[in-house]
């Protein structure tokens, strides 16, 4: 599990440094992402032109929250399943913004490090129907 938290900690560490070439190894080139602007991207490329670089430039403070993390092992442990809350701010504004998480980790093939085979960003659900 502590393999699994140091990746959350290195990809939201990536991501308020606004370095999205160097996340991009977190992940598997063929991910699949629903993000919070991206409806659903198919591989790495994809992933960082319609949502990271969209998305990374107007935020600071990204970060995770553990208080509420879920992490399921496969009884082999080579995938995961993580569920977190996330919170950052706008640049443009200040205004806190607030959401929710679900990845697939897999074990990459050369190494004991995780890639996200899928990733789920969404914001906070505003309870309006």
Do not use: C, K, Y
Not at 1 to 19: D, Y
Request: charged share 20%.
């Amino acid at each position: 599990m502590q393999s699994v938290i140091s990746w959350l900690e290195s990809f939201a560490a990536l991501v308020r440094a606004r370095a999205p070439q160097q996340a991009e190894a977190l992940f598997a080139e063929d991910v699949v992402a629903f993000g919070t602007v991206a409806d659903i991207a198919r591989g790495r490329r994809q992933l960082r032109a319609e949502q990271w670089d969209q998305v990374w430039p107007a935020t600071r403070g990204f970060r995770f929250h553990d208080e509420d993390l879920r992490v399921i092992l496969s009884p082999d442990g080579l995938m995961s399943m993580v569920n977190a809350h996330w919170s950052s701010e706008s640049v443009q504004t200040g205004a806190l913004r607030t959401g929710r998480v679900t990845l697939v980790l897999r074990r990459a093939d050369t190494a004991a490090d995780w890639q996200a085979v899928h990733s789920h960003f969404s914001r906070t659900p505003s309870g309006q129907i």
